[in-house]
């Protein structure tokens, strides 16, 4: 059993920058993906980032890429989602998760967190 409990969100201005945290209790697997997903208000949950609980296999959807960066810090057993440029379309309520995949398939997650709100006004 893992548990997830993101922090970091809140409310800022477009072009600022935030930094997500999802701290892990519990026994990760190497091989399982730990990923940040997001879910706008009437839209479907979308994956944004990936990794592997290893490191390998680091993955950024188009929109995000060079703008989010996701790492990790294995001593607090923490994932970030470090994000840079904001805009109001990033406005979403972020979620991270684990599990064996595949990558961008809902179910095949296993863990989720409470999500975190991320709001950035124009």
């Known amino acids: 059993q893992v548990q997830l409990v993101e922090s970091g969100g809140g409310l800022v201005q477009a072009g600022d920058s935030l930094r997500l945290s999802c701290a892990a209790s519990?026994?990760?697997?190497?091989?399982?993906?730990i990923s940040w997903f997001r879910q706008a208000p009437g839209k479907g949950r979308e994956l944004i980032a990936s990794?592997?609980?290893?490191?390998?296999?680091?993955y950024h959807e188009d929109s995000v890429k060079g703008r989010f960066t996701i790492s990790r810090d294995n001593a607090k057993n923490t994932i970030y989602l470090q994000m840079n440029g904001l805009k109001p379309d990033d406005t979403a309520v972020y979620y991270c998760?684990?599990?064996?995949?595949?990558?961008?398939?809902?179910?095949?997650?296993?863990?989720w967190g409470q999500g975190t709100q991320v709001t950035v006004s124009s």
């Open positions: 998760a684990s599990g064996p995949g595949p990558i961008a398939w809902l179910k095949g997650y296993l863990y």
């Open positions: 519990g026994r990760t697997v190497s091989q399982y993906f």
């Open positions: 990794m592997r609980w290893s490191g390998d296999n680091k």
